[in-house]
């Protein structure tokens, strides 16, 4: 299936439900953590290559070269900065959180959905199509022309749902993520399979998942608050 499906009309329905679905890529449907742990020789370095590198690209703003910003996180944290050439490589062993494929292809039943991920063009077209769901978008950096958390990013993404932006429900992958799609406009839910840590995040968040097999009931309970669904969302 291509990464980049029709899209369906964005659907009508009461205040506070969604009418489309605009995912974070690499965090939130993507298990990338593994992939980036394994180059890394382990999981320490791994994370440590990982923080710096969404340090820097959450705070690069205009787009530079992906891979660029791949390399100069692995030298900044002692690493190889010819990882990247690696990372290039290993790119399409990439896998989704489980179940991950299955929930969205429920989901774009009933609204289109798409993705917003700070990536390169090439490269994160090829991502979106491992995760083996009906995309109705896939907006990367590159193609925006900066990185999120620029606003312009995610709502290039809205845009291309063909939905308003106070009718897009964004799922995050990290809480960078959370706040720049908050500040954008959108309501958000976290899905943090990873366990990063971010109270601050979880505050702002309307949801936060650990697996994202809850989204479509929460999806469809939204005009009614139905007990117990926010606090399956919110453990703790």
Known sequence: MGAVAARPAAGRGPAGVAKAVLFDLLSALLDSWSLWDDIAGGEGPGRKWRFEYLRRTYA??????????????????????ELYRTLEARWDELAPWPGVGRVLR????????????????VLGLRAAELVGAPFSAVVTAEAAGCYKPDPRIYLAGVEALGARVEDVLFVAGSPLDVEGATEAGMRVVWHNPAGLAGRAAERVAVGVLRDLASLPAWLAARGQNPPGIRAAMHPG
Do not use: H, K, M, Q
């Not at 703003?61 to 690493?79: E, F, K, N, Q, T």
């Not at 429920?106 to 063009?121: F, K, L, Q, Y």
């Open 60 to 81: 690069t703003g205009a787009y530079v070269p992906y891979l660029d910003l791949v390399g100069d996180s692995a030298a900044a944290v002692g690493l190889p900065r």
């Open 106 to 121: 429920e989901i774009a039943r009933d609204r289109p959905i798409g993705v917003a991920t700070n990536c390169s063009e």
